[in-house]
């Protein structure tokens, strides 16, 4: 009895040692990817019914083409993610397809029961080691397609729809430790203590939820609401709908780089890793639709269909404060709270404003 309870428990010790490696291969980072980056990346809950889910780059690329004001411009063919950067900052990657027939190529890749998005790269992780322990880690998702929402819940009021979305968080660690945690929401964000964020089953993990078509990364499930920056009409403002839908690792389907702030450069941790669309200065999606496009409402300076943002570059990696710097006070949260118009500037007991 004695001998068998032992050699269970050495078969045990050996099969945990065993999975330790394993586990850190399912993640695919290549040598030199700090640890700690891997260790308390985030994972993301995306809305049960979003369609439009975490998209492959390069599968974008093949679906849209290079045009400056609306007309074709010459570009690389085919587009791909070493060459991207050949094309100019007035570019718009432009869908082929008519976006109002919901083609299959923006609905993106459901992750699998892992929380892996198979067969596609649809994260990349830029790593911005500032010296003496600093370093800013951010997790950039792209998603093909990005649903605006309905103001006041009407559905001919659908504001905000683009293609191609890029959503981030940013954790800054000291020595190793995460200290803080930013949460991209639209225009804004959060800014959260890591030590009181939801994480994942591993006690590590912060927690992120989805918006429901947005993609706006959020601390909390639930609802949370945005005001639409100048837009005027009474309590014209959108909700961002999160749950606990489908797990996302996007860990697992990530391309990896180190970011330079004094030179503005980006480079990779081995040689299969692509750059080139990290230096692409233009926009990931179509250019605003004309009024004269059938399928355009504009109703006070709102577009139904908005240009497509630009790319990872474009959101300040070499930022001072937790916050972007967008004119809007850095309030890193002591408490979880949900983004609301209300909240949004009272400061309460254990936040830090950063200045
Ligand atoms: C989620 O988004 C889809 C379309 O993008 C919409 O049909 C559905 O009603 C939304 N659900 C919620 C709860 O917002």
């Known amino acids: 009895m004695m001998v068998a309870f032992s050699t269970v428990a050495v078969a045990a010790f050996a099969a945990l040692v065993l999975s330790a490696p ?60 070493n060459n991207l950067d050949a094309l100019g900052i007035d570019v718009y990657l ?74 981030h968080l940013m954790i800054r660690f000291s020595n190793g430790i995460p200290q803080y945690v930013w949460y991209s929401q639209h225009a804004n964000g959060q800014a959260f203590k890591y030590s009181i964020l939801e994480k994942h089953t591993d006690g590590l993990r912060p927690i992120a939820y989805s918006g429901n078509g947005s993609h706006a990364l959020y601390a909390i499930g639930g609802t949370h609401d945005h005001t639409i920056p100048n837009f005027n009409l009474p309590g014209g403002f959108l909700e961002d709908h999160t749950e606990r839908g489908v797990l996302w690792d996007p860990l697992q389907s990530s391309y990896y780089y180190k970011y330079d702030g004094n030179s503005n450069s980006f480079s990779t941790y081995d040689e299969a890793t692509p750059t080139g669309y990290l230096r692409f200065e233009g926009r990931w999606g179509d250019q605003e639709y004309p009024t004269s496009d059938k399928r355009q409402v504009k109703i006070f300076g709102q577009a139904k269909f908005a240009s497509g943002p630009t790319g990872p570059r474009d959101k300040q990696l070499n930022r001072n404060n937790v916050c972007p710097e967008n004119g809007k006070e850095c309030i890193l949260r002591g408490i979880l709270l949900p983004r609301s118009r209300d909240l949004e500037d009272k400061i309460f007991e254990g936040d830090v404003v950063q200045r």
């Open 22 to 81: 394993t586990k850190h291969e399912k993640r695919q980072a290549p040598a030199g990817v700090p640890d700690y980056v891997l260790k308390y990346a985030p994972v993301v809950y995306l809305h049960g019914q979003d369609p439009y889910l975490p998209s492959d780059f390069q599968t974008h690329l093949l679906h849209t083409t290079a045009r400056v004001n609306y007309n074709v411009v010459e570009a690389p063919s085919p587009l791909d993610l």
């Open 94 to 167: 432009t869908s082929n397809d008519d976006i109002t027939t919901n083609p299959g190529w923006i609905k993106g890749i459901k992750p699998d029961g892992n929380g892996k998005t198979d067969n596609g790269v649809t994260s990349a992780v830029i790593v911005n080691d500032k010296g003496n322990g600093n370093v800013d880690a951010f997790y950039m998702h792209f998603y093909s397609y990005n649903w605006g929402g309905l103001v006041l819940g009407m559905k001919d009021l659908n504001f905000g729809n683009h293609v191609g979305d890029w959503e």
